[in-house]
């Protein structure tokens, strides 16, 4: 007869018969108790391990349910002969184990410095304190108190229709996007919509523009899909087009955020945005419109979709609620051309049967009930007068020896710097300061070195202490 040793923790919380459960099951499947081998009775085991009966009981009832045990009776508890030839293999090295190419080809995931801590200047964040969290939470309440069970069941692929039609209204009225609510499909935020347009228009292998310095999200989906990014430059009118068409000209598509670029906040010219749109048309090719952050602008009206110029069915338009809601509200949208409509519906149930449906019923009912849009028009003088502090801060404190850029809209700004940005930038987030190395943005030799500096978290009693600690470490 074999003995289990197996050792049970009275302090645990977990219950008895479980614990007898998983530590006889583990052994089993790491060969330690072998096929056909037999096993203590449940009195001689619950004596050794001094405890009643009853937990060792209900530990082989299980273990002989699931096929781990195999009784007759009168004669006795075996390990199932069954298992034999079926134990797991030994477990190789790391380095021998094999995933695909576009899986090793992503760089490492790293732990997200936000969920650590929210210190100023961390890129993407919006002020949750003044999110209209009680209004959110009554709607969620309202909306669970009288749901039905179709709610219940999966819902469609494309989206809830309530939603989509808020969505396209919305589009339609502040970003003078040309669609109809048919051609929304509801998504996990714009990183979802950015990896599914790439699913749906790019195969195995193509180039595709990416702006330089650009998002580097953008690369990791490209990476992903097997596809080749193909850094074009970006200066003060945007993309290069020109230089895009010397670099890489049998690109299949190109991803842009014409309206407020990351991470230099430049607004695309409305030169370079027919130079774009006329290329798409000649090539044959795609633009994903990445419109991210558009709500906020400061010094003139927000400025008008590149989809709204496009006469030819050629763009691809992205947006997001995250960065004027909440982040964990992972909730974004494309809007595709009619005749697309199908084969990204069909892509988009291969990935991810339907949205959840109901964060997009609330989110739905936020918006009609005019929440949405108030709470947009709350929160951009609030940011407005945090891009003014901020501003007038770095003007301060670096005087001409740095340079902002992109602080007309959105919710960051680039500091030009000549440092070593990877440096200062971990050693500002050393001291609770989240600021982003400009640098890192760049495929290649970075053009310009500095930091990113989000506003949108940061209180104004903390914008110009931050900045004077990042002054103080650049000068070191």
Not at 2 to 15: E, F, N
Not at 24 to 43: D, K
Not at 126 to 134: N, T, Y
Not at 393 to 422: I, K, P
Request: glycine share 8%; charged share 25%.
């Amino acid at each position: 007869m074999t003995s289990i040793l197996v050792a049970v923790d009275r302090r645990s919380r977990q219950p008895l018969y479980r614990q007898i459960y998983e530590r006889v099951r583990s052994r089993v499947l790491r060969g330690e108790l072998r096929p056909g081998e037999l096993v203590p009775s449940t009195r001689e085991l619950s004596r050794e391990l001094g405890v009643s009966r009853i937990p060792v009981l209900n530990a082989y009832e299980q273990l002989l349910a699931e096929g781990y045990f195999e009784s007759r009776a009168g004669a006795g508890t075996w390990v199932s002969s069954s298992l034999a030839g079926g134990r797991p293999a030994t477990p190789k090295p790391r380095g021998e184990r094999r995933v695909s190419k576009h899986a090793a080809a992503l760089p490492p995931y790293q732990r997200p410095v936000w969920a650590e801590n929210l210190g100023p200047f961390q890129v993407g964040q919006p002020d949750l304190h003044r999110f209209p969290i009680r209004t959110w939470a009554r709607l969620v309440a309202r909306y669970t108190r009288n749901m039905r069970v179709r709610a219940l069941q999966y819902g469609d692929a494309l989206g809830l229709p309530e939603l989509r039609e808020a969505i396209a209204a919305y589009a339609r009225r502040s970003r003078g996007v040309r669609c109809e609510a048919g051609q929304v499909v509801i998504l996990s935020g714009s990183q979802q919509a950015l990896d599914l347009a790439t699913r749906v228009l790019l195969d195995d292998g193509d180039a595709a523009w990416v702006e330089e310095p650009g998002y580097w999200l953008v690369h990791h989906v490209l990476k992903a899909a097997g596809c080749r990014a193909s850094p074009v430059p970006v200066d003060a009118q945007g993309l290069d087009v020109a230089a895009g068409e010397e670099l890489c000209r049998r690109a299949r598509a190109a991803f842009v955020a014409p309206s407020h670029q990351y991470p230099l906040g430049v607004t695309m010219s409305a030169a370079r945005r027919m130079q774009l749109l006329a290329w798409a048309q000649r090539a044959g090719a795609w633009i994903v419109e990445d419109d991210y952050d558009s709500e906020y602008r400061y010094d003139s009206m927000p400025i008008a979709s590149l989809q709204g110029m496009d006469a030819n069915g050629r763009v691809i338009y992205a947006g997001t609620f995250s960065k004027v809601m909440f982040p964990s509200l992972r909730l974004g949208y494309l809007i595709v051309p009619s005749d697309l409509v199908e084969r990204f519906a069909a892509m988009r149930r291969a990935i991810d049967l339907c949205p959840p449906n109901l964060t997009q019923a609330v989110m739905a009912e936020f918006i009609a009930e005019g929440h949405f849009a108030r709470h947009i028009r709350r929160m951009r003088p609030v940011y407005a007068s945090r891009r003014r502090v901020l501003v007038e801060a770095v003007e301060r404190e670096f005087g001409g020896s740095a340079q902002l850029v992109g602080d007309e809209a959105g919710m960051h700004v680039a500091l030009l710097l000549e440092c070593d940005d990877v440096r200062l930038a971990a050693a500002a987030g050393r001291r609770g300061i989240q600021v982003s190395p400009l640098s890192a943005s760049y495929t290649g030799p970075p053009a310009r070195r500095g930091f990113v500096l989000g506003f949108g978290n940061a209180a104004e009693s903390r914008i110009a202490p931050a900045v004077r600690l990042l002054r103080n470490l650049t000068a070191a």
